[in-house]
């Protein structure tokens, strides 16, 4: 059974730093590539990164390019976003999702998914 479970997110200040985890089991990060989305109150869900199952090739929404990091750790089987100089419109719930091959490519679409973390970012 195909579970994603996120974790770390939390109230930060503007300009914080915040690292999500997701922890996989069911399958590999062998398997599937693995998206965040994320989506705040009103607006629509936004794919914000994704890496990809083989040569952790990664992809990054425009709103985050540069200041959030995806990566991914196999020996644990899980994925993790290094979130830097945050911003308020940066607050959402994000999810992890696995897609349903082992590439990132747009648009991102979501397969499994996990139960989601809040990130608030204000002062």
């Known amino acids: 059974q195909v579970q994603l479970v996120e974790s770390g997110g939390g109230l930060v200040q503007p300009g914080g730093s915040l690292r999500l985890s997701c922890a996989a089991s069911g399958f590999t990060l062998d ?49 993790y976003l290094h979130m830097d100089s945050l911003k308020s419109e940066d607050t959402a719930v994000y999810y992890c999702a696995t897609e349903t091959g082992p590439w990132c490519a747009y648009p991102f679409k979501g397969h499994h998914w996990g139960q989601g973390t809040q990130v608030t970012v204000s002062s």
């Open 31 to 79: 398997d599937y590539a693995v998206v965040w989305f994320r989506q705040a109150p009103g607006k629509e869900r936004e794919g914000v990164s994704c890496i990809s199952s083989r040569e952790a090739a990664t992809l990054y929404a425009d709103s985050v390019k540069g200041r959030f990091t995806i990566s991914a750790d196999k020996a644990k089987n899980t994925v």
